[in-house]
């Protein structure tokens, strides 16, 4: 986990931000293979708007709760599956607090998490090492 980052923002914002965090990144040489968005709250329209400007937007479905995902991806923080950069602070300091308070970045690692177990670790994706982002509601 390379970032995490805590915002709330209407649509117009969160359009603004994804495509200047995907203009940084892509500075950066980081180019995702996939952008997950939130089917729920303005996620959808996200997606109407930047269907043809970002490769690689996925819905992902908000389906159980964000308790029953954090759940799921439990066994890979336990395994030492997953690394975190101190620019994903902001989800280290909310991890070990869940369910208590905040609770959006671990939604979010959640949906991530379970979305590279399906589509990577269980060899249904491609050879290398995905780069996934993520963005939640």
């Given amino acids: 986990m390379i970032w995490a ?3 709330h923002f209407d649509l117009p914002q969160t359009i603004r931000f994804l495509l200047s965090t995907l203009a940084a990144l892509d500075a950066q040489g980081l180019r995702p293979n996939a952008v997950l968005i939130e089917d729920a709250a303005n996620g959808p329209a ?3 708007t930047l269907k043809r400007k970002v490769p690689g937007l996925l819905p992902i479905p908000a389906r159980g ?3 029953s995902h954090a759940h799921a ?3 890979l923080l336990e ?3 997953v690394s ?3 620019r994903a602070a902001p989800l280290v300091e909310e991890l070990p607090r ?9 939604d979010a690692f959640g949906h991530g998490g379970l979305w ?4 990577y670790w269980r060899g249904l994706g491609i050879k290398r090492d995905p780069l996934p982002m993520l963005l939640s509601r």
């Fill in 5 to 7: 980052a805590r915002h």
């Fill in 46 to 48: 996200v997606q109407q």
């Fill in 65 to 67: 709760s964000k308790e």
């Fill in 73 to 75: 991806v439990a066994p």
């Fill in 79 to 81: 395994a030492g599956q």
């Fill in 84 to 86: 975190f950069h101190h």
């Fill in 98 to 106: 869940f369910p208590k308070g905040t609770k959006d970045l671990v």
């Fill in 116 to 119: 590279l177990e399906t589509r």
